[in-house]
T-cell receptor, first 113, second 115 residues
Framework: AQSVTQLDSQVPVFEEAPVELRCNYS??????LFWYVQYPNQGLQLLLK??????LVKGINGFEAEFNKSQTSFHLRKPSVHISDTAEYFC???????????FGTGTRLQVFP | EAGVAQSPRYKIIEKRQSVAFWCNPI?????LYWYQQILGQGPKLLIQ????????DSQLPKDRFSAERLKGVDSTLKIQPAKLEDSAVYLC?????????????FGQGTRLTVV
C-alpha cells in the first residue's frame, strides 16, 4: 500500500527566508503527487500537483516542488516566505488509475516577522 | 462555480449520542470523499463514492459510522453512537470522475466535539 511521510511536523522560519517542506512517498506503482495548504479554520486548497512531464512543478503563491523518482520525494519550496504563508501543508498521493487520495501527517509552517 | 458545501460547521454532542453531517459536492463531480482529520494529523479517508456507489470504505468504522449518497449528488455521514475519540474535523471533498489526476475540492469541514 502506498504511504506518505512528512518528516517535519513544524517548520519555523523568518519572513523573506527560503523554506523547504519535505515529503517522501512509498508505492510500488506510479503515483500522482499533490501539495495542499490548509489555512486556519478553512478547508484544504490545492497548491500544485505533479502528473507527468517536467519534474519541477510551479504552483500558486510562489511555491514550487520537485519530483525525484529515485529518492521517492516531492519536496515543496519557496524562495522567500511571507507572513501570510503561515498554514498547515499536506503532501498527498494517488495511485495511477485510482481516485484514492492519501495524505501525509502535515507540516505546520510558522512564519515570523 | 459554487464550492463544496458542508453543514453544520460545528457540532458538540455527548458520547453515545448520534450525529449526522451533510455534504453537497460541486455540480457534476461524480467522486465524493469523506475524510476524518484528528487534531495534529493528516486527513484520513473514511469513504469514497463514485456516483452513488461505494469505491472504498476500508477505513470506515462500520460498527458506528455509516454514509450514503442515494442520488449520486449530496451525501450524509452518520455516527451512532459517538465516542470521545470521534472528536475531529470531518471533511468532504469532490472531484471529477474518470481519472486519478484530477484535483479534489474540499469543503470547510464540520468540527465535531464529543464530550
Amino acid at each position: 500500500a502506498q504511504s506518505v511521510t512528512q518528516l517535519d511536523s513544524q517548520v519555523p522560519v523568518f519572513e523573506e527566508a527560503p523554506v523547504e517542506l519535505r515529503c517522501n512517498y512509498s508505492s510500488s506503482v506510479s503515483v500522482y503527487l499533490f501539495w495542499y495548504v490548509q489555512y486556519p479554520n478553512q478547508g484544504l486548497q490545492l497548491l500544485l500537483k505533479y502528473l507527468s512531464g517536467s519534474t519541477l512543478v510551479k504552483g500558486i503563491n510562489g511555491f514550487e516542488a520537485e519530483f525525484n523518482k529515485s529518492q521517492t520525494s516531492f519536496h515543496l519550496r519557496k524562495p522567500s516566505v511571507h507572513i501570510s504563508d503561515t498554514a498547515e501543508y499536506f503532501c498527498a498521493v494517488t495511485l495511477y488509475n485510482t481516485d484514492k487520495l492519501i495524505f501525509g501527517t502535515g507540516t505546520r509552517l510558522q512564519v515570523f516577522p | 462555480e459554487a464550492g463544496v458545501a458542508q453543514s453544520p460547521r460545528y457540532k458538540i454532542i455527548e458520547k453515545r449520542q448520534s450525529v449526522a453531517f451533510w455534504c453537497n459536492p460541486i455540480s457534476g463531480h461524480a467522486t465524493l470523499y469523506w475524510y476524518q482529520q484528528i487534531l495534529g494529523q493528516g486527513p484520513k479517508l473514511l469513504i469514497q463514492f463514485q456516483n452513488n456507489g461505494v469505491v472504498d470504505d476500508s477505513q470506515l468504522p462500520k460498527d458506528r459510522f455509516s454514509a450514503e449518497r442515494l442520488k449520486g449528488v449530496d451525501s450524509t455521514l452518520k455516527i451512532q453512537p459517538a465516542k470521545l475519540e470521534d472528536s475531529a474535523v470531518y471533511l468532504c471533498a469532490s472531484s471529477r470522475a474518470g481519472t486519478s489526476n484530477t484535483e479534489a475540492f474540499f469543503g470547510q469541514g464540520t468540527r465535531l466535539t464529543v464530550v
